[in-house]
């Protein structure tokens, strides 16, 4: 028996219009709330959150999938982005007349642009004998 049982069924009852003896800050604990479960008190113990099974491979999935993203991500940087050929500009041809033999399939404004990106060209202009890469089909 506790010592605020026995302190309870000792003490008189308190007159209806009298004040009560205990201090109204302090109150009685049950037995539930003095002893937290088990596992509440191992994670108030451990101060970390502790990881399910289930949880543990989500993220080790997770991770998983995003080293996989970046790897994939830096191998298409630096492979090569299709089959790429190069041709030499012969005297009169323009940007525009190159892009469009050579990449029939795309508008002409955007063969051209890849043309530029692929030899890194500022502008339309080219020169009899330069040599330009056509990016791949």
Request: proline fraction near 7%; aromatic fraction near 0%; charge should be positive.
């Amino acid at each position: 028996m506790s010592t605020a049982i026995a302190h309870d069924i000792l003490s008189p009852l308190p007159s209806p219009g009298a004040a009560s003896p205990r201090p109204s800050h302090l109150r009685l604990v049950g037995e539930l709330e003095r002893r937290p479960a088990r596992a509440a008190r191992r994670r108030l113990r451990a101060g970390h959150l502790r990881l399910t099974r289930r949880g543990r491979l989500a993220v080790t999935a997770t991770t998983t999938l995003v080293l996989a993203a970046v790897i994939w991500s830096v191998v298409g940087l630096l492979g090569p982005a299709g089959a790429t050929t190069s041709i030499t500009v012969e005297r009169g041809t323009t940007l525009s007349q190159i892009a469009s033999e050579q990449l029939p399939e795309l508008p002409l404004s955007r063969a051209v642009t890849a043309i530029q990106r692929a030899n890194d060209l500022s502008t339309t202009s080219i020169a009899a004998g330069q040599e330009l890469v056509i990016p791949g089909r």
